[in-house]
């Protein structure tokens, strides 16, 4: 008997772990419902995903970068949905805009000659997210900025070669917390 109950209790419980997360109803005769996939929600009925490039308008242009954000956010979305990605025209469809790219000093230090101590380099991007499935969650060229505060006695070069990557990955992150996880 109690080999039974044990025996019930563990396959209730990984019928419900497996259920958890996946939700699908049918309304209207229409299937409707999301998935749910490393905490994205997504429409069942959204198969594939497009990512137009970046355009690069800041006025200090890092020249990889706008290639960085298209591809990152493309392997994302491929790494952590079931998503396909095509040219344009997807279910869910980004598009973007590098609107400002620099450095500047943040921390002065005295002396004779006043210099920074550190030194910011930001990067804002402005996305436009459209899910043509479900419209509730689209933005329109919603602003996520990223930086990093480094040494000045740091080469701007230096820097970048270091953190651009990591100042990617975080904005990325960003735009699809926003887009998929409704943060």
């Known amino acids: ?35 749910t996939l490393k905490g994205a929600n997504i429409p069942v009925d959204c198969t594939t995903a497009s990512v137009q490039y970046f355009r690069n308008e800041a006025l200090q242009v890092q020249p990889l970068l706008a290639m960085k954000i298209t591809e990152a956010l493309k392997d994302k979305i491929l790494s952590d949905t079931k998503l396909k990605i095509v040219s344009r025209d997807g279910d869910v469809n980004f598009e973007g805009v590098i609107e400002s790219y620099g450095n500047q000093p943040m921390a002065p230090q005295g002396g004779e000659n006043i210099t920074a101590a550190l030194n910011r380099l930001s990067v ?28 000045s006695s740091q080469n701007l070069d230096e820097v970048e070669r270091n953190n651009l990557d990591d100042l990617v990955k975080l904005m990325v992150d960003d735009i699809y917390n926003k887009a998929f996880v409704n943060w």
């Open 1 to 35: 008997m109690k080999n039974s109950v044990l025996q019930r209790f563990i396959v209730y419980s990984g019928l419900i772990l497996l259920s958890y997360g996946c939700t699908i109803g049918k309304a209207g005769g229409k299937l409707q419902g999301s998935y």
């Open 124 to 151: 804002t991007i402005k996305v436009k997210y459209s899910n043509s499935k479900d419209q509730q969650y689209d933005f329109d060229f919603s602003p996520f900025t990223r930086y990093i505060d480094y040494p």
